[in-house]
């Protein structure tokens, strides 16, 4: 997929579902194959010494979800908008839309591992302005990045940066 | 102290002529309606002297309402309501299959414009932003986006009617549709944190945290939103 969209930068999670591999094992071997890509680790998991000496050789950049959502979207505009890279136009868009994508589903897997603690998904309901769905459905939405689901995470991130300004632990 | 309680008393003396909280169900929504809900809930909440009203079904003018419960002046009022589909109108039940919703002339005033009008009505400011409504509400805050409510347990309808127990006396306290807002916008920010205080996520207190989030990320006024429209203008001209 790398070599596909030549992306500028490859964002990653500390744990990708994968029982002996980590997102900073990803990050090494596409740093490896590609070079001048910019290697971002974005994770609400603590760093061991290791993780964080390994890290550092790459040259990777850590974001934590707990507060750096703004910067890692800062960071990528940054990089989209030419200064380090001159990609070819048409994969250059693609490859914001895939990293914005990553982000995303970065973001959404710890929203639904919330939702998730639901007792009973298929019973509680949203209503809005008349059409009603239940959490299940909500947590299909996030999953599947739909519109509701995107709007979801993003009243998420909000709720947690309010409850952050007000001094709270979210 | 002495100033404040007469000013409280003088407040409450000339607000009992003015001040209504209207509740507009809309059948449509079944048991799922929001509106119905929160009356239900609010019932108790709020003190005697606050007049309100169930709008049930369709009559023929505000005035009618407004002289049945005794109101003489321009008034300061709560809405709880849907929007129409359109998002023009306010929806209300129709009698014999007509006048399903209701426009600016509906809400006119024979004593005049409405003092203050705080709505709880998804897209609220779309449709209070026509120029015709402006006429009838200059003053108003609202909402710039849908609401979604919980439904399946009561402790989310009584923490929604906390809420709005909340914002109506805002409304009876704020003379000025600025300090209104500031207040509405604070009471959804203790609502986002005792959602998460008292309930915690495995029984939904997260999501409900999230519906007051976007309560207070869409909560705005005839200043605020206008401000908005004028930056947003300039901007468009500018390309």
Redesign the interface.
Same mark, same amino acid.
């Given at each position: 997929m790398v070599k596909q969209t030549s992306p500028a930068s490859l964002v990653c999670d500390l744990k990708i579902g994968e029982p002996d591999r980590t997102g900073i094992d990803v990050l090494a071997e596409v740093g490896r194959i590609f070079p001048k890509v910019h290697l971002k680790l974005f994770t609400s998991y603590a760093l061991s010494a290791d993780e964080e000496a390994r890290l550092n050789h790459l040259g990777a950049e850590l974001y934590r979800k707990s507060d750096g959502v703004e910067e890692l979207f800062r960071d990528l505009h940054d990089l989209q908008s030419g200064a380090q890279f001159s990609l070819p136009e048409s994969s250059g868009e693609n490859a914001e839309l895939l990293r914005m994508r990553e982000v995303a589903e970065l973001l959404a897997t710890d929203f639904v591992a919330?939702?998730r603690?639901?007792?009973d998904p298929t019973?509680?309901?949203?209503?809005?302005?008349?059409t009603?769905f239940s959490?299940a459905e909500?947590i299909a939405d996030v999953e599947g990045l739909t519109d509701r689901g995107i709007e979801?995470i993003r009243?998420?991130t909000?709720?947690r940066a309010?409850?952050r300004r007000?001094g709270?632990d979210? | 102290m002495i100033k404040r309680i007469l000013g409280a008393v003088r407040q409450s003396y000339r607000l009992r002529r003015r001040f209504l909280v209207l509740f507009i169900p809309f059948d449509?929504?079944g048991e799922?309606d929001?509106v119905a809900s929160v009356e239900r809930l609010t019932r108790r909440l709020f003190p005697i002297y606050f007049k309100r009203r169930r709008l049930a079904r369709y009559v023929r003018s505000f005035s009618e309402v407004a002289s049945e419960r005794g109101l003489s002046a321009p008034t300061r009022l709560v809405l709880f309501a849907?929007?129409c589909r359109a998002h023009t109108r306010i929806a209300i039940n129709p009698i014999n299959d007509l006048e399903s919703s209701l426009g600016p002339d509906w809400w006119t005033h024979p004593a005049g414009e409405h003092e203050i009008l705080t709505a709880h009505v998804?897209n609220g400011a779309r449709i209070l932003n026509r120029p015709s409504y402006g006429r009838v509400f200059p003053r108003w805050v609202s909402y710039s986006e849908?609401?979604?409510?919980?439904?399946?347990?009561p402790r989310f309808a009584e923490q929604w009617a906390r809420v709005s127990e909340r914002i109506v006396k805002a409304t009876w306290d704020c003379d000025d549709v600025s300090r209104l807002l500031q207040r509405v916008r604070t009471i959804y *920010?203790e609502a986002?944190?005792e959602a998460?205080d008292s309930i915690?996520? *495995? *029984?939904?207190g997260?999501?409900l945290?999230?519906?007051f989030?976007?309560c207070?990320?869409s909560v705005t006024s005839s200043e605020a939103y206008n401000g908005l429209q004028a930056e947003h203008e300039i901007a468009v001209e500018g390309l």
């Open positions: 919330q939702l603690q639901v007792k019973k509680l309901f949203i209503v809005s302005e008349g009603r959490i909500l979801y009243l998420w909000e709720s309010l409850l007000m709270r979210p | 449509g929504y799922y929001a849907h929007p998804c849908k609401l979604d409510f919980f439904v399946g347990d *920010e986002v944190a998460r915690s996520f *495995e *029984e939904d997260g999501v945290a999230l519906h989030t976007r207070y990320r």
